[in-house]
């Protein structure tokens, strides 16, 4: 649960937090970059979900928070994680990101391997992500 304007939501992302955690380093070495971000995984949620209930949009709650990888979207959103990550076959990374007021990059196909990913349609099937537009 979270609290967002003086009310308490649960966002119900229904996602794995995970943190990169880096190989132990001696102390004079730099740290890298991506060192401590929190990041998401796509898990089975749509937009509207009768099954496991719809997550809260963070940005307007009233309204449904976007497509299929609406929860790695509202996961960012809420800065419940840094990053997450979201497929992408007809706008399930594009419009959860909109929706949800934060960065969603759906890159050409084929660019990142879509291997374990359940197929939908796989001439069209992406991996995306999500990221704050605010750190």
Do not use: W
């Amino acid at each position: 649960k979270m609290e967002v304007g003086g009310d308490d939501y649960d966002y119900g992302a229904f996602i794995q937090r995970i943190e990169l955690r880096p190989t132990p380093r001696a102390p004079e070495e730099p740290s890298l970059p991506l060192q401590g971000l929190t990041f998401a995984v796509k898990d089975i949620i749509n937009g509207e979900n009768k099954h496991y209930g719809t997550p809260t949009n963070p940005c307007a709650p009233d309204r449904v928070p976007g497509g299929s990888s609406s929860g790695s979207a509202v996961a960012v959103a809420a800065k419940l994680v840094d990053l997450s990550l979201g497929t992408d076959t007809g706008g399930s990374v594009r419009v959860p990101a909109a929706y949800c007021g934060i960065f969603g990059f759906r890159p050409s196909h084929g660019i990142i391997s879509t291997m374990n990913v359940i197929p939908m349609a796989q001439i069209f099937d992406t991996v995306g992500k999500f990221l704050a537009l605010e750190t």
